[in-house]
C-alpha cells in the first residue's frame, strides 16, 4: 500500500509539474456541453480549446448560410444583413460602448462556423 501511495504522489506530482509549465493547458471535448447534440462532433474541432467559449449545434439559419457557401464556392460569403436607423442618438460613443458590451458579453455573436475539422468562410 505505502508503494502504491507514493506511486500516486508521485504522478500527480509530475501532472502538478506539467500544468504549470508554460503552454500547458487547454480544454478536451469533454469539457464541453453539447446540447441538442446526437453525438459530441468531431475531437478536432475544439483543438486546445483555447479561445474557444462553448461550441453550439448549427441554428437553422447557420446550416443554410453554410450550405449556400459549400454549394457556391466561388461567392466567399454569405450575407444576412438588417439595417436599422436610430434617430435622436445624443452620444454615438456611448451606443458604441454600450453594444460593444453586449457583444463582449454574448458569446454567440463572436461565434464562427467549423466545417469537417477546420473553419468556414462563414464567420
Do not use: K, N
Not at 15 to 36: L, Y
Not at 51 to 69: E, V
Amino acid at each position: 500500500m505505502a508503494r502504491l501511495a507514493e506511486g500516486m504522489i508521485s504522478a500527480l506530482g509530475e501532472i502538478v509539474e506539467h500544468c504549470a509549465q508554460r503552454g500547458a493547458g487547454g480544454r478536451t471535448p469533454s469539457d464541453f456541453r453539447w446540447p441538442g447534440w446526437t453525438r459530441p462532433p468531431p475531437t478536432g474541432l475544439a483543438g486546445d480549446g483555447r479561445g474557444i467559449d462553448d461550441i453550439w449545434p448549427l441554428t437553422p439559419l447557420q446550416a443554410g448560410m453554410l450550405f449556400h457557401a459549400l454549394l457556391d464556392t466561388d461567392s466567399g460569403m454569405y450575407l444576412d444583413q438588417a439595417t436599422i436607423t436610430l434617430d435622436g442618438v445624443s452620444d454615438p460613443a456611448a451606443l458604441a460602448r454600450a453594444w460593444q458590451q453586449v457583444i463582449d458579453r454574448t458569446p454567440v455573436l463572436r461565434a464562427s462556423i467549423a466545417w469537417e475539422d477546420g473553419p468556414s468562410r462563414c464567420r
